[in-house]
């Protein structure tokens, strides 16, 4: 079965301050990675995502992702955070071959301006 | 729509009452999903539609949950006989397409299901 953790349960920081999520899976195949967002308020919504090719992904609003699959681990990053990044922040994963999405517990990051 | 439609965005049920969650896709979406995501917790996945067929209903936790998608585009999740430890905010998901890897789901902003 695969699964998905997420170290940080909170992460506080303040504004340009740089940002990175850590998210490592468990899995036995070829998988694909997801990072999705939640504002305060707002449904889930998709950062990135990664299938294959460049392990450097780049998503919307700057944020990227990072993947290892050496370490199992597909971080996320942003060099300069801004307060309205402040939300909820989780991985996920699925199988090659798979339909549904294995989501990590999430990560609440507070940007303080 | 624009998105993913749930209702009611809010429930409250005492304990042992039957509630029903709807979910109107976005229009066209082939795939639909629900996730159940219980306090600090990240969503976890429940069932799979691929319009009216149910395909993957491994993550339903008990025979009192039940979904069904009729015509191949609104779904509604009952659960009968309601316990507290159902409380959890249910998500739905559409993808345009059948399943595949790449397929973006995109999901409604949830039921918060609160059992008293």
């Known amino acids: 079965a695969q699964s998905v953790s997420q170290h940080n349960h909170h992460v506080i920081l303040s504004e340009a301050a740089s940002l990175e999520l850590g998210c490592n899976y468990s899995y036995g195949g070829t998988v694909n990675l997801f990072w999705y967002v939640q504002y305060p308020g707002q449904h889930l919504q998709l950062l990135l995502k990664?299938?294959?090719?460049?392990?450097l992904v780049k998503g919307i609003k700057g944020f990227e992702a990072e993947f290892i699959k050496s370490k199992f681990s597909f971080n996320l990053r942003k060099p300069s955070v801004q307060w309205s990044d402040t939300a909820e922040y989780f991985c996920?994963?699925?199988?090659?071959?798979?339909?549904?999405?294995?989501f990590g517990g999430g990560t609440r990051v507070l940007v303080k301006p | 729509g624009a998105g993913v439609s749930q209702s009611p965005r809010y429930k409250v049920a005492k304990r042992g009452q039957d509630v029903a969650l709807r979910c109107d896709p976005i229009?066209?979406?082939?795939?639909l999903f629900w996730y159940q995501q219980a306090l600090g917790q990240g969503p976890e996945f429940l069932t799979y539609f691929q319009n009216e067929a149910q395909l993957d209903k491994s993550g339903l936790p008990s025979d009192r949950f039940f979904a069904e998608r009729p015509e191949g585009s609104v779904s509604t999740l009952k659960i009968q006989r309601t316990q507290q430890e159902d409380s959890a905010v249910y998500l739905c998901?559409?993808?345009?397409?059948?399943?595949?890897?790449?397929?973006?789901?995109?999901f409604g902003q949830g039921t918060r299901l609160t059992v008293v």
């Open positions: 996920a994963v699925k199988g090659a071959a798979g339909n549904k999405l294995t």
């Open positions: 990664y299938f294959s090719g460049d392990p």
């Open positions: 229009s066209g979406h082939v795939s």
């Open positions: 998901a559409s993808t345009r397409q059948r399943v595949t890897p790449w397929a973006e789901a995109f």
